[in-house]
């Protein structure tokens, strides 16, 4: 087979998503595939199955229509992992209408903004909780006229309606005339909105980035070619839906490939959950990986010397055989062939425990991950494709593939999509992933790219010979020292996050003379290997701190010496997004955390 170049990769993509929408999809999937399974919630042996899930599509659609929501008008959701979710989303997106889910963490304050900036007509919700935390802002949101609720629960609203009676009233509404629902989804066309996802709002205001049928599509078409991933494949959505991962990874692509979705409504339940759907892929944000390659070295730690040994002989020989393919080098049949024996001997077994043995491919992306975590990982047998991308890129806009990688990088662009650097460093970037643009206050969408169709990222990076990227930091938090030095933060907290006991490091040190950091610990971890103690016990316990010092010394090896680290504090509480310091997609809050954290600073320069 000729190997396509990615101008031609590029438009065979924009021909396979030629005139198709979301809802196109899921009526070629109804009718061709009406009996495979489409959404499971993880622990129930019932399936929805494509013909079932348009249906009750259709029923919540006209439900919907019922109480006014139309082409292009906007819906929140505010629910966690469960079928309703997708099917009150893809409802939406069969009017031609602007489903959008928040992050549950959200505080009342920030929901007031999104309600107001929305300009929702109608809110989906769980229950009483998420009620609760609307409740109190109704009364300054004029455009909302319904809530929808998903559970039974005594709360008190004029326009609220249960989902069992939405449902109830469209459904005899479409068996009535199943032409007002045909003839609405094929009014949808590929350049309308299928989605509307909100940014964490790090440096301002959050931002409503609006996605197109066409975008979403344009990426399932490229994820296809970037792993052969049978249809019908089983995979496992545990992310929320604000984010655009799992947008992609749990909705839009496994419409596009007649998919089977089972759905893990809390990410505490990830590893029982891989092991009960044994997926054929997995993305993991790098904490997830970090976790898990924790677990794995504390297993082989504790190992007896036979096993132990076993176990670094065969990551040896895969991690031998990855770096040659990272090269681009050909594998020796004999390497090749003891690298097979001893994966089946030792490292797939590992591979099963992490119910991760079926899996073709295995993605990274959200933030940087520890080359040593890539390495590892390689060394059982999961090569972790490192991606790059954003919401306003519908998701990953470079990837690695499994035959083209390079360790540390985040690959080349997706066939279609052009990147460049501005003179500063930072990544613009184009092309048929780029979003439609942010939703204005008024209705109408501004566009977020320049005249001439280039995205500005945010993120700073660099490109090598071979055209693979490299993220180096965002833009806004390159650290200045008072000496004058630039120094990238992220590197220097990701080669922190390496070790398995830290969950969270920042560097600190703009404007300052010389580089600190503030350490979280992960809480399991920690208390499993130095007795069951609360966190604010432990981060004095000496065998800790000499465990972080291990970190630092190892991290400042690998740094240039105006980028080491000179001294640090370990905090005694976690950082969660309902805490403040990080936001619903777990990134740092680095303003927060530097307000927050202002006197322990100023200790650690005193």
């Known amino acids: 087979m000729v190997e396509q170049t990615p101008t031609e990769l590029a438009d065979r993509y924009a021909k396979s998503t030629n005139g198709l929408t979301v809802p196109a999809l899921v009526h070629r999937n109804a009718t061709e595939f009406p009996a495979q399974p489409a959404l499971t919630a993880l622990g129930s042996d019932d399936h929805i199955t494509w013909g079932v899930l348009r249906d009750r599509v259709a029923a919540i659609s006209r439900g919907l229509a019922n109480l006014g929501l139309s082409a292009g008008g906007r819906m929140l959701i505010m629910m966690s ?33 999104l309600g107001q900036h929305s300009a929702a007509r109608i809110v989906v919700l769980e229950g009483a909780a998420q009620f609760e935390k609307w409740q109190p802002i109704l009364h300054e949101l004029p455009e909302l006229k319904h809530i929808v609720l998903v559970d039974d629960a005594a709360v008190s609203f004029e326009g609220i309606v249960s989902l069992r009676d939405l449902e109830a009233v469209g459904n005899a509404a479409h068996e009535a005339d199943p032409s007002v629902f045909e003839r609405t989804w094929r009014a949808v066309t590929p350049d309308q909105p299928v989605t509307m996802l909100y940014t964490s709002g790090t440096t301002g205001d959050p931002k409503g980035v609006v996605i197109s049928h066409r975008n979403v599509i344009y990426q399932s078409v490229a994820l296809e070619n970037v792993v052969d991933i049978p249809d019908h494949a089983r995979s496992l959505a545990y992310l929320p839906l604000a984010h655009i991962a799992e947008r992609m990874l749990g909705i839009y692509n496994p419409i596009y490939r007649a998919g089977h979705v089972t759905i893990c409504p809390d990410p505490t339940m990830l590893l029982g959950a891989l092991n009960q759907v044994r ?5 993991g944000v790098p904490r997830i990986w970090e976790k898990m390659v924790a677990g794995i070295q504390a297993r082989i730690a504790a190992a007896d010397p036979q096993v132990k040994a076993a176990f670094e002989a065969a990551s040896a020989v895969a991690i031998q055989v990855f770096t040659l393919r990272a090269d681009r080098q050909s594998v020796p049949p004999d390497l090749a062939a003891k690298r097979a024996a001893l994966d089946e001997q030792v490292l797939r077994p590992i591979r099963t425990m992490l119910g991760l043995e079926n899996a073709l491919w295995a993605g990274s992306g959200a933030a940087p991950i520890p080359v040593e975590v890539l390495l590892f990982l390689a060394g059982i047998g999961i090569d972790v494709i490192e991606v790059w991308g954003m919401t306003e890129t519908t998701g990953t806009a470079t990837t690695n593939t499994p035959d083209v990688f390079r360790t540390g990088s985040v690959g080349k662009p997706v066939p279609g999509m052009e990147v460049r650097l501005a003179d500063d460093g930072e990544i613009l970037i184009r092309g048929p992933l780029v979003c439609m643009g942010y939703l204005r206050a008024d209705g109408g969408v501004e566009p977020a790219v320049d005249a001439d169709g280039w995205l500005a990222t945010g993120d700073v990076g660099t490109i090598d010979e071979d055209g693979f990227l490299f993220i180096t930091d965002r833009k806004k938090e390159l650290i200045i020292t008072s000496g004058g030095k630039n120094i990238a933060p992220a590197r220097i907290e990701s080669l922190m996050r390496a070790h398995p006991l830290v969950a969270q490091a920042v560097a600190i040190g703009d404007r300052r003379p010389y580089v600190t950091a503030l350490v979280v610990l992960d809480e399991e971890l920690v208390r499993a290997r130095f007795g069951d103690a609360n966190l604010a016990s432990l981060v004095s316990h000496p065998d800790v701190v000499a465990e972080v010092q291990k970190a630092v010394d190892e991290a400042n090896t690998k740094l240039s010496r105006p980028e080491q680290i000179k001294t640090f504090t370990i905090l005694p509480t976690a950082w969660t997004a309902e805490s403040g310091e990080l936001t619903p997609k777990l990134s740092m809050r680095r303003r927060v955390i530097n307000e927050r954290y202002e006197q322990v600073i100023e200790e650690m320069y005193a």
């Open 81 to 113: 992992g469960r079928p309703e979710h997708w099917l009150v989303d893809l409802a939406a997106a069969h009017l031609g209408a602007v489903p959008s889910t928040v992050y549950a963490t959200l505080s009342t304050d920030q929901l007031r903004y």
């Open 279 to 283: 997926p054929a892929g997995f993305f």
